[in-house]
């Protein structure tokens, strides 16, 4: 009989980077763990959540709040309201032509307001005010304004996220988001990790410029979010997610 391969790192990744590098980010109760929501939105459950995990998040985020649950496959506790499913993938870097950018400045909090700006006319996915903490982040600027923008997110051990790429769409076309990609790649691979990434699944454009440039898929995966009951208990039956 073939043994059962442990956890992979990546299939929780969250979870890994919130008992990991990020543990200095971790909020907790109980078994959840989440960052704090000026920094990410993402949160972390067990891999088989039970019935006190649910009543730890719900308690966590508060009566009728919004949750995201990245990843998660299963059903919803009774009374727990599904917004949000949109299928998404993970890549990791498979030979990626890493390099630093000559044209790239590394960006601080000084510059979160150009940030929030960028990110919300290109929506590339969450951004808040915190999140520049989270790890580096590099931009090009043009005329003395940031049109280009990509960073690091989830850090679980031995690995990096690339996350918040995104270009001014004035400015497309130019190659600047892969060479952005490529330049945060560099500083992961100079720390000894590994970059790696996620997309929604219907991002056909993006999927083709990651594999273009040396990205393997490496799992499915799905961002959901769900709604906690205004009063713990409510609702009769559990809600089946794909």
Do not use: K
């Amino acid at each position: 009989m073939s043994a059962i391969e442990p956890p992979h790192v990546l299939d929780n990744p969250a979870l890994a980077s919130l008992t990991g590098p990020h543990a200095h980010f971790a909020e907790r109760r109980g078994r959840v763990l989440r960052y704090p929501v000026d920094v990410s939105p993402w949160l972390a459950l067990p891999d088989e959540p039970d019935a006190a995990d649910w009543a730890d998040l719900a308690a966590l985020a508060g009566p009728g709040a919004e949750v995201p649950l990245p990843g998660f496959r299963g059903e919803l506790p009774a009374g727990w309201e599904l917004t949000l499913q949109i299928e998404g993938v993970q890549f990791v870097d498979d030979g990626l032509a890493a390099a630093p950018e000559p044209e790239a400045v590394r960006l601080g909090p000084a510059d979160v307001p150009e940030i929030l700006d960028l990110i919300a006319r290109t929506q590339p996915g969450p951004f808040e005010a915190r999140t520049i903490e989270l790890g580096t982040y590099l931009g090009i600027r043009r005329g003395g304004a940031l049109i280009a923008l990509a960073g690091e997110r989830l850090h679980p051990p031995g690995w990096t996220e690339i996350s918040a790429v995104c270009t001014d769409p004035a400015f497309r076309g130019e190659g600047l988001a892969t060479r952005l990609i490529l330049a945060v790649a560099h500083g992961i691979r100079e720390r000894g990790e590994t970059p790696f990434l996620h997309t929604s699944a219907g991002n056909t454009n993006a999927i083709r410029l990651y594999e273009s440039l040396g990205f393997r898929l490496r799992r499915r995966t799905a961002f959901l979010a769900a709604r906690v009951p205004e009063r713990l208990g409510e609702g009769r039956e559990s809600v089946p997610v794909a």
